[in-house]
């Protein structure tokens, strides 16, 4: 048996994420593109991001306090669509909540960083570009040129700080996008600077050859598994409940008779 569904043109750091996580996770969402519904956090994250991307646009001198929040509501209007209310069941309330803690995180944001001293090559850089083998595509928050000469990966988190004990899960997709710019740029990036937007914290690390060389490998030998599992017509269900505690296909999974152990569920708040 094989798919009727090909798979993607390219592999993303996100989905090769889900991949790790569970191959039929992949399935779902790589191959056949069940869209997963907007959880609270996933549209606050992205209501920010497109902030932080208008921000940018500006001249260094006009990116500022209230040019940010200029841009809250035109990014919550693109963002916070029909059916994204629809799969928050959201209220006046909820969308109340949401908007004070979208300019909570504005304020914080000024308080890490100084928007017109910051020197970037490019903000939702799209870099899509073959990696030992495996096409790749991979949208990149933020690229800055450090005063040193060298590039910063810039990572936006709108969510709680990462156990530290955790560190190489915490990086790993940042490294990804560092070997991606080397091959489409010609150049590493020497240092991943993942700003925790919501709590006022930033987490650096510096980039090291072995690194991105053992990221580029591990993405290609997922991608041989992807090729195999494809051919096959079947990626496994890897159930635990770490990856199912999150994941937006329990149902079709229960259904398809795999035993995904239960969870209290709290609408994604
Ligand atoms: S519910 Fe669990 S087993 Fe099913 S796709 Fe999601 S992570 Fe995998």
Redesign the pocket.
Known sequence: MSFDHPLPSALSPSRLQDFR??P??FQ?SAVERIPQPATYATTKGRVVHLILEQLYTLEPDARTDDAARSFVESAEAAIVTESVRDDLDADDALLARLRREVHDIIDVYFTMEQPHTVKHLGVELRVNVELDGVPMLGILDRLDRHDDGTLVIVDYKTGSLPNRNYDTQTFANAELYAALCEASMGELPRTIRLLYVAKGETIERHVTEVVVRARAQAAHDAWSRIERFHDAGAFP???SAN??RF?A??ER?RASG?A?PVRPRTNGL
């Open positions: 996580a569970c039929r996770r779902y269900a890897t159930p990856t199912c994941c296909y329990t999974c795999v995904v």
